[in-house]
Antibody, heavy 120, light 110 residues
Framework: QVQLVQSGAEVKKPGASVKLSCKAS????????MHWVRQAPGQGLAWLGI????????AYAQKFRGRLTMTRDTSTSTVYMEMSSLRSDDTAVYYC?????????????WGQGTLVTVSS | QSALTQPASVSGSPGQSITISCTGT?????????VSWYQQHPGKAPKLIIS???KRPSGVSNRFSGSKSGNTASLKISGLQAEDEGDYYC??????????FGGGTKLTVL
């Protein structure tokens, strides 16, 4: 079945950058958008951004524009999310999730999540 | 502060029905039939339970149903079961390839 496998937990200092990966398998990588969603401890879900694996086009939530970059490698069916200028409130579990290119916006499969801890 | 407003908590007894609201604006919920709902259990990734306002993905119980009126979408869970306890989130397309989540609702089955 569809699998989205994310990279392992990260611990970063304030001001640093982090780059997470999400490797897709068991479906056609370029037929689905990939999103990144995060969840701070005890908090709700927050949508961060989207990448079209086919052409590489991206869109980001306004709050994160300027310090968020999403890329993809079609040869390995992997998407990446890099966040810079990390702050303590960026501590969260980060999920990747796919949605159909048809534009329905249904996040029908999710990665297992990656915990990013930002602490001095 | 989330763009979509949900009640922080709801509760119900087994067998009862509950409804969770998700209020947005004419720029998101009111303008697109692209509202989805997710169930999340502690320590787990969210699970899609309703897509495009009212469609149920394969394998999701027919006790879950969705609707929308104006700027407010709703999730109804009928015949509450203990396993329904968890957090529920709405999500809406907001234009320009962006999406928004609600703040989440904690469902307690009494």
């Amino acid at each position: 079945q569809v699998q989205l496998v994310q990279s392992g937990a990260e611990v970063k200092k304030p001001g640093a950058s982090v780059k997470l990966s999400c490797k897709a398998s068991e479906y056609t990588f370029t037929n689905y958008y990939m999103h990144w969603v995060r969840q701070a401890p005890g908090q709700g879900l927050a949508w961060l951004g989207i990448i079209n694996p086919s052409g590489g086009g991206t869109a980001y939530a306004q709050k994160f524009r300027g310090r968020l970059t999403m890329t993809r490698d079609t040869s390995t069916s992997t998407v990446y999310m890099e966040m810079s200028s990390l702050r303590s409130d960026d501590t969260a579990v980060y999920y990747c999730s796919r949605s159909p290119l048809s534009g329905t916006g249904d996040f029908d499969s999710w990665g297992q999540g990656t915990l990013v801890t930002v602490s001095s | 502060q989330s763009a979509l407003t949900q009640p922080a908590s709801v509760s119900g007894s087994p067998g009862q029905s509950i409804t969770i609201s998700c209020t947005g604006t004419s720029s998101d919920v009111g303008n697109y039939n692209l509202v989805s709902w997710y169930q999340q259990h502690p320590g787990k990734a969210p699970k899609l339970i309703i897509s495009e306002v009212s469609k149920r993905p394969s394998g999701v119980s027919n006790r879950f149903s969705g609707s929308k009126s104006g700027n407010t979408a709703s999730l109804k869970i009928s015949g509450l079961q203990a396993e329904d306890e968890g957090d529920y989130y709405c999500c809406s397309y907001a234009g320009s390839s962006t999406f928004e989540f609600g703040g989440g609702t904690k469902l307690t089955v009494l």
